[in-house]
């Protein structure tokens, strides 16, 4: 969580550097959160306490760095930090979301669109667009509010449509 913090950092930095710095200090934060899961499990060290620190830790560092993307697109581009509040709010939700019903990879796109890997090209997209053409940081931030958001309403409609999960009458 430290490290996924210190990349939320520079992120909010803006600089150019400083975005390459964000995007690998985040690498190397989800190659440690991956490391402390297979430890826990291979030594039979997991615990409702270790899951929950988890998610809470991975809430905090997504979230965390939404809010930062928008921080660094404000200081570059003069706008851009209310989409990132807009965002980090679309993030939490969807982490909740995949904890209550948590997604099949394999069993459809949006299943599939829970791994990580939106997160990384959310990230690398904000270096290349702050490094080629900064001035379009702020609309990449409204592209990210919005499937932040989306991706949590089109995945409750289709799990309520599979009947997955059911609001009480």
């Given amino acids: ?7 939320a950092g520079a992120f909010a930095h803006g600089g150019p550097r400083a975005v390459v710095a964000g995007l690998l200090l985040y690498v190397v934060a989800v190659v440690l959160d991956h490391a402390d899961g297979e430890v826990a499990r291979l030594t039979l060290g997991e615990s409702r306490l270790g899951e929950w620190l ?10 965390a760095l939404v809010v930062a993307l928008g921080v660094g697109a404000a200081r570059v581009a003069g706008a851009g930090l209310t ?10 939700v969807s982490s909740l979301l995949a904890k209550a019903v948590p997604p099949r990879p394999g069993r459809g796109l949006l299943d599939d669109l829970s791994s990580r890997d939106g997160f990384y090209s959310m990230l690398a997209a904000f270096v290349l667009v702050r490094l080629a053409a900064p001035a379009l940081l702020p609309a990449l931030m409204v592209f990210v509010a ?3 958001h989306t991706y949590w309403v089109a995945r409750t409609l289709s799990l309520r449509r599979r009947k997955t999960w059911r609001t009480p009458k």
């Fill in 83 to 92: 989409a990132g509040l807009v965002g980090a709010a679309g993030v939490v």
């Fill in 146 to 148: 919005l499937g932040a």
């Fill in 1 to 7: 969580a430290l490290v996924g913090l210190l990349a």
């Fill in 54 to 63: 988890d998610l809470v830790a991975d809430m905090v560092v997504h979230g």
